[in-house]
């Protein structure tokens, strides 16, 4: 029997995981594709991104998390549902291969959306991948050392305005570690000072950390206030250009930086599969993560629209879903393989927590109050680092922490992206990278 996992994220890497437990190494043959050798621990992303963590000690590679199952480092071209085959392409050498399947698990995760507004895929930087993560941090400094140099008082001041869109997770957090990083970098800089910084956060919505306690979204906003932050809620992104980005009310903010974190959407990989998708173009699965209408075809995590036991109601697209979801969608292929029934899916979530940088933090405990300050931010960090995988990773990612009460940020503008990295997040991002 062939298993094949397509994505080796939180989900597919945690589904094969499981799978090396639950079934013998005679009853089924594992493999699992990714495009990178290695997983990425996301919740730490935003501090890679303002250089408060080494990029390499929040990701793992996917051979070390591995004991049994095969590992192919390839990108996902194709997929033939009826001729139970998948084609990829090698991550290196481009050379193509097809994988024959009997059960075949979508894991392939999510990319940065859009929304088809103006300007955001050419002018915005998302932070969902490490280059993403590394080209933001670059970005800002180069964005000082412009402002150093230039005598343009309003150039300048466009070059010091960082802007972040969308005021869920991502945005919050990635707020509150661009607050610390320029705290700690600014004074490198002779020609102004840390006030000249400004940071503009844009929420469409009426309140921070849309979808969670309301109280957690008053806390991030009081809090990022209170350091600094130009908060607009209400008011949507209609364009974005290299000057400036523009809003619904009519206002025009000049930047040269702008984080874009307003949304996710499955990958494009999955879309134009003959398969049911949700609106937002998630591959639509029975409670038990099986694709209707097609034996032995599986999905989970964020390319999934999993739905939960209440009508109406779906699963989250979070780290700690899909962790939860790979050992679970293991149990039901094993049983299927042997013979057996599966069960639905049932998880209700522990809590959700966000570090707002500056050691603050807000959480939320399921059943429990809305904890705020240095706890929810001691908490935060003793979780994730509890569920960084890999002892090593736990000892760097720790000591990091521990160097950055004693020293400043790096203001070193490495740039270790490569071009595969450039020319997949174009397509991602629905430009052509052969056009560029
Ligand atoms: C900045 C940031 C912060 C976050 N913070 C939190 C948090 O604090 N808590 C939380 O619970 N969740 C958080 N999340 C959400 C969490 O990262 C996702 O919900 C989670 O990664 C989903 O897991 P997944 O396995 O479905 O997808 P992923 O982890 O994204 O894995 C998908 C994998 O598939 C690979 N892949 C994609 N396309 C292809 C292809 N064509 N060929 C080969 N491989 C491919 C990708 O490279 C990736 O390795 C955060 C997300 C971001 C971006």
């Given at each position: 029997m062939r298993i094949l996992i397509l994505g080796a994220?939180?989900?597919?890497?945690?589904?094969?995981?499981?799978?090396?437990?639950?079934?013998?190494?005679d009853e089924a043959e594992i493999t699992i594709v990714g495009r990178d050798n290695f997983s990425l621990f996301t919740p730490m992303l935003p501090e890679v991104s303002a250089g408060g963590l080494e990029t390499r000690h929040i990701v793992t590679p996917v051979r070390a998390e591995l004991r049994r199952a095969r590992f192919v480092l390839a990108?996902?071209?194709?997929?033939?549902l009826d001729a139970r085959t998948v084609e990829v392409q090698h991550s290196i050498t481009g050379a193509k291969q097809t994988l024959a399947y009997d059960q075949l698990v979508f894991a392939l995760g999510s990319v940065t959306?859009?929304?088809?507004?103006?300007?955001?895929?050419e002018h915005a930087l998302p932070l969902k991948t490490l280059e993403d993560a590394e080209r933001l941090r670059n970005r800002a400094i180069a964005s000082l050392e412009l402002a150093d140099v230039t005598t343009d008082p309003a150039e300048r001041a466009?070059?010091?305005?960082?802007?972040?869109?969308?005021?869920?997770?991502?945005?919050?957090?990635?707020?509150?570690?661009?607050?610390?990083?320029f705290h700690s970098i600014t004074p490198y800089y002779r020609s102004f000072s840390p006030r000249d910084v400004r940071i503009v956060l844009i929420e469409a919505g009426p309140l921070l950390l849309a979808g969670l306690p309301p109280a957690m979204g008053r806390y991030t906003m009081k809090n990022l206030a209170a350091r600094g932050v130009e908060i607009h809620l209400g008011?949507?992104?209609?364009?974005?250009?290299?000057?400036?980005?523009h809003l619904a009310s009519g206002t025009a903010i000049p930047t040269a930086t702008v984080l874009w974190s307003a949304g996710v959407r499955p990958?494009?990989?999955?879309?134009?599969?003959?398969?049911?998708?949700?609106?937002?173009?998630?591959?639509?699965v029975n409670r038990d993560f099986s694709v209707p209408d097609r034996p032995g075809v599986w999905a989970l995590g964020d390319c999934a629209w999993i739905p939960m036991k209440a009508a109406g109601e779906w699963y989250p697209m979070t780290a700690q879903h899909?962790?939860?979801?790979?050992?679970?969608?293991?149990?039901?292929?094993?049983?299927?393989l042997r013979g057996g029934a599966t069960k639905p899916f049932d998880f209700t979530a522990l809590g959700t927590m966000a570090s707002l940088g500056g050691r603050r933090g807000v959480a939320s405990l399921a059943g429990g109050p809305v904890i705020t300050g240095f706890p929810a931010w001691f908490l935060w960090r003793t979780y994730y680092l509890s569920r960084l995988p890999g002892l090593d990773r736990k000892v760097r990612v720790a000591l990091d922490w521990a160097l950055g009460l004693l020293f400043r940020r790096d203001i070193a503008e490495l740039r270790v992206y490569t071009q595969r990295a450039q020319e997949r997040a174009a397509r991602d991002a629905g430009l052509d990278p052969e056009a560029n």
């Open positions: 994220g939180f989900a597919g890497v945690a589904t094969a995981r499981a799978l090396e437990r639950c079934l013998r190494a990108d996902v071209a194709a997929i033939d959306s859009t929304f088809g507004i103006p300007g955001v895929a466009r070059l010091l305005t960082f802007v972040i869109v969308g005021g869920g997770y991502t945005g919050a957090e990635g707020t509150g570690e661009w607050i610390d990083l008011d949507a992104v209609t364009s974005l250009d290299e000057r400036a980005i990958t494009p990989v999955v879309r134009n599969l003959p398969l049911q998708h949700a609106r937002n173009g998630g591959i639509v899909a962790i939860r979801e790979g050992p679970a969608l293991a149990r039901k292929i094993a049983a299927v």
